[in-house]
């Protein structure tokens, strides 16, 4: 195995040029067929391998590699249905993909509700702790992925910003745009009937997130003047100080948003405060 250190523009170039046809080559639809590929798959799925050293070969698998392959062989199997990345240039990979998170992100979304309302928890707490961890785990893992393996930490950033846009621009915008149409075809629009969703929560949320994520970039900003950057870095120190405040943060917004659901703490002039 060689490995190449670029200095330059051009040198990053030609790596990146050379890795682009490096993939091309191994995903030619000319040299293996979509049966091929797709046995392929289902193969890998099934096939218990170890982690990969610094020299390219293949490790012994750990009894924590045997025990996450069982438990993960299920979703292995199913996400193998998706079509392989040379089959129609990737179109068919993409819109499947879209349609396993979806699906997944729904049923994650369900059995978090069932369990807040089976463990009593109001749902706007339910919301920002089982939903929430259940639909963004999988962003925690691709920006770890980003974070290990790419040079910079754009990825690993934008992963979150990327996936926080989508939620709220079009995980809020799209269904509430559903729903207006749906009320205007049914009529209800003609009839004079408004259509309104009252909060509970929401306000104090969503004023206490901008406030801890303020903090949050104030912390990347402080990591960018002590080590460089706004991840990694040489002092140990430096790097579980950051991933405690990270953590702090979040633990704070969960039990500060927690507090205002039950009551706890009282707002003036919210009309959530009037129920008890």
Request: aromatic share 10%; net charge negative; with cysteine.
């Amino acid at each position: 195995m060689v490995i190449t250190l670029c200095k330059t523009e051009g040198c990053r170039e030609s790596r990146d040029e050379a890795l682009l046809a490096e993939i091309a080559g191994n995903y030619d639809d000319e040299d293996k067929p979509l049966k091929e590929a797709y046995l392929e798959q289902f193969t890998s799925a099934l096939t218990m391998g170890g982690e990969v050293d610094e020299e390219g070969e293949e490790e012994e698998p750990s009894v924590g590699d045997l025990i996450m392959h069982f438990i993960s062989l299920f979703w292995k199997v199913l996400f193998s249905l998706v079509p392989p990345r040379f089959f129609g240039s990737g179109y068919p990979a993409f819109l499947v993909s879209l349609f396993f998170i979806g699906l997944l992100t729904a049923i994650v979304e369900q059995v978090a509700s069932l369990l807040g309302c089976v463990w009593g928890i109001k749902p706007a707490v339910s919301g920002i702790t089982l939903v929430a961890l259940g639909t963004s785990l999988p962003d925690t893992f691709a920006s770890r992925s980003a974070a290990i393996h790419d040079e910079s930490a754009d990825a690993a950033i934008g992963n979150v910003t990327g996936s926080n846009s989508v939620n709220v621009f079009l995980g809020l915008g799209l269904p509430w745009l559903l729903a207006v149409v749906w009320k205007w075809a049914d009529g209800s629009t003609a009839r004079g009937e408004q259509f309104t969703v009252g909060t509970f929560n929401l306000e104090f949320s969503v004023i206490l997130f901008v406030l801890l994520a303020l903090f949050a970039i104030l912390t990347l900003v402080i990591r960018r003047f002590l080590v460089g950057g706004e991840l990694g870095g040489n002092n140990a120190c430096i790097k579980y100080a950051t991933g405690s405040i990270c953590l702090g943060l979040w633990v704070m917004y969960i039990l500060m948003a927690s507090l205002k659901a039950y009551n706890v703490i009282f707002v003036s002039d919210d009309p959530a405060t009037e129920e008890v």
